[in-house]
């Protein structure tokens, strides 16, 4: 099983920036996918951008080259670098990781918020 704890989150005014950081432990050797979704308030969970173990990244049409998510395999750790916020980024942000061969399995971490002010 693998555990996973996001932080970063916080209070920003339009235009700022926050790096989120997600950590993992447990059987970490049997990720292959790691990623960050969003949720806000009356609206559904979205993916916001995923990586591989050996880095090719996807990203939701919204960031618009605002956002960037890296991976660093020798601390279990993904990032998420947010810049240019805006008011409509606001959501709690959840990490994920995703094992494709078996066993499968999907984990996710307990959400960290981000809030935007204009």
């Known amino acids: 099983q693998v555990q996973l704890v996001e932080s970063g989150g916080g209070l920003v005014q339009s235009g700022g920036s926050l790096r989120l950081s997600c950590v993992a432990s447990?059987?970490?050797?049997?990720?292959?996918?790691m990623g960050w979704y969003r949720q806000a308030p009356g609206k559904q969970r979205e993916l916001v951008a995923d990586i591989t173990s050996s880095g090719s990244t996807k990203y939701a049409d919204f960031v618009k080259g605002r956002f960037t998510i890296s991976r660093d395999n020798a601390k279990n750790t993904v990032y998420l670098q947010m810049n240019s916020l805006k008011p409509e980024d606001t959501a709690v942000y959840h990490c994920?990781?995703?094992?494709?061969?078996?066993?499968?399995?999907?984990?996710w971490g307990q959400g960290t918020q981000v809030t935007v002010s204009s």
């Open positions: 994920n990781a995703v094992r494709l061969r078996y066993p499968a399995y999907t984990s």
């Open positions: 447990g059987s970490i050797f049997r990720i292959d996918t």
